[in-house]
């Protein structure tokens, strides 16, 4: 092409990237182009977290194996917040005595550090949200090194309608990205009105589209298995959150904790682990750290799985992966062991195919149209197909 030619048809480019931004695509994310790893405080620690669990965490996960896995976000969630000074800006409680040295350390073991906020003027702890203070709170954050920030609705619905939750959102997003710093916004209001619609274009790069999670199967499965559908949603940058993971609390068994992990990698869901790190059972740890399901999730592709067939409560799930593999979930949500297959014409694949067993990390070797197994209660066969 000639430079004549060229010329004229780089002029549309800036009318390009309008129209693209005008549909919230301008620029392409920087942050979270796989789903975000890491772990939260909430679900072990609740509002007892201080400054020295956190940084026990942050150094376990270096040296167990889960930061060499992929895990990198060392979040705090509510409780840290102490009041705001004359100025407006916002401090620390006594539990976390110097804010820029907690995160000077995560950042020292090559981790990154997440904080947790409320577009309300209390967070759902009852602690100071940044309502009003929303610029003032980004550049703070900003200053002391943060990488991630959870905005919890709470005691929003005192201050703002429902039809007023996007602006909400899109004022923390803006607040953020006018510090120049990459900040993961993780948007947390419990899947309402419909946020899987609108999340990404208020600058959300994760959204809650559940309640909360608590450590027992019953409550993992009617959050995990109620996903199905949300996916179209979903991709590199912009992810569905089913909220954080169990494995290692309470007391499900291996396979209850097979079942979490599993469906939320085939859910392209964000990986926080919620356990104490620094005391679990090698069975947790190996959950968590498994190589091959956690490529399912982190898949460069960032296609969100779905539903493939339904039995009662025999659930087959599918994730599309790069290289045209599938990964496969045999759930059986009942209460005694079964037989469970899929069909490969029904996940796209025609003929034969490799499979290998994802949990076991064993190639199974080529199967003909179909591959069965027998699946525990409660638990999970997972595999990748690899059309031959
Ligand atoms: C809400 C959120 C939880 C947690 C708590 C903290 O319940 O959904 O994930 O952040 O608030 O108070």
């Known amino acids: 092409m000639s430079r004549g030619e060229l010329v004229p048809r780089l002029r549309w480019l800036p009318a390009i990237f309008l129209g ?37 965490q942050a150094h376990a996960m270096t040296t167990n194996g889960m930061k060499a896995a992929g895990y990198r976000y060392v979040n705090i969630d509510d409780c840290w917040q102490g009041q705001r000074d004359a100025k407006g800006f916002i401090h620390p409680n006594a539990k976390f005595p110097n804010m820029k040295g907690l995160a000077d350390y995560i950042h020292s073991l090559g981790l990154k550090f997440g904080i947790y906020s409320s577009p ?111 996916q179209r949603f979903a991709g590199p940058g912009h ?9 290692g609390n309470g007391h499900m068994t291996l396979e209850e904790e097979r079942t979490q992990m599993s469906l939320w990698c085939i ?12 005391h679990m059972s090698p069975q947790t740890l190996e959950i968590l750290t498994n190589p091959d399901v956690i490529a399912v999730d982190q898949d460069p592709k960032g296609i969100e799985g779905h539903r493939v067939t339904q039995e009662g409560p025999l659930d087959v799930w599918m994730k599309p992966l790069a290289h ?37 990390r064993k190639d199974l070797g080529a199967f003909n149209d179909r591959y069965s197994a027998e699946v525990p209660r409660h638990g999970v066969v997972m595999v990748k197909v690899k059309p031959e």
């Open 120 to 230: 309300g003027p209390k967070t759902c702890g009852g602690y100071t949200g940044s309502y009003q203070h929303e610029k003032q709170d980004a550049s703070t954050y900003a200053s002391w090194g943060v990488d991630y920030l959870k905005y919890d609705w709470c005691s929003a619905s005192r201050v703002y309608r429902p039809d007023q939750m996007q602006a909400a959102y899109r004022k923390m997003h803006n607040a953020l990205e006018s510090t120049g710093r990459p900040i993961v916004f993780s948007l947390c209001q419990y899947g309402l009105e419909q946020v899987w619609r609108w999340g990404a274009s208020v600058g959300g790069n994760l959204w809650r589209t559940t309640g909360d999670v608590q450590p027992n199967y019953d409550r993992i499965s009617v959050i995990g298995f109620d996903q199905n559908g949300l």
């Open 239 to 247: 992810w569905n959150d089913p909220d954080m993971l169990e494995i």
């Open 324 to 360: 045209g593999s599938v990964a496969v979930g045999l759930f059986n949500r009942s209460e005694g062991v079964a037989k469970m297959e899929v069909r490969f014409a029904e996940i796209g694949i025609h003929g034969k195919a490799d499979v290998r067993d994802l949990w076991a």
């Open 20 to 56: 693209l931004s005008l549909v919230g695509l301008a620029a392409p994310p920087k942050v979270a182009l796989t789903p975000p790893m890491g772990w939260n405080s909430w679900n072990h620690f609740a509002c007892h977290v201080t400054e020295a669990i956190v940084r026990a």
């Open 267 to 278: 859910l392209a869901a964000p990986l926080l682990a919620g356990n104490d790190l620094t």
